[in-house]
Nanobody, 125 residues
């Protein structure tokens, strides 16, 4: 059983930055799995944000965050990070880390079988 814990959320003004982290346990439990970040805003469905393959060499982003967000991973530390810059009020949501069933999960949430509890990101205007 894989356990994912997100951290780094908070309140930030528009234009600011946050760095989300996701730590998986037990150690190395997700080293061979793709990882992803999703978010859910109040009253909206969960949506894809970013994904990275098991090696970290391949990434994909939803259009609204391209050029502003960056996903990375450290398989030694068993962490996946989401660097979020130039934040906008519409980025406000609960952000979830997820581990894919395979080496690359892509944009579909059905490809992910482990999920964290989420961390709140609030961007004020």
């Amino acid at each position: 059983q894989v356990h994912l814990v997100e951290s780094g959320g908070g309140l930030v003004q528009a234009g600011g930055s946050l760095r989300l982290s996701c730590t998986a346990s037990p150690p190395r439990s997700t080293s061979n799995n793709g990882m992803g970040w999703f978010r859910q805003a109040p009253g909206k469905e969960r949506e894809f944000v970013a994904a990275i393959n098991w090696k970290g060499g391949s990434t994909v982003y939803t259009d609204s965050v391209k050029g502003r967000f960056s996903i990375s991973r450290d398989n030694v530390k068993n962490t996946v990070n989401l660097q979020m810059n130039s934040l906008r009020p519409e980025d406000t949501a609960v952000y979830y880390c997820a581990a894919a069933r395979s080496a690359y999960g892509g944009i579909q949430d059905m490809n992910y079988n482990y999920w964290g509890q989420g961390t709140q990101v609030t961007v004020s205007s």
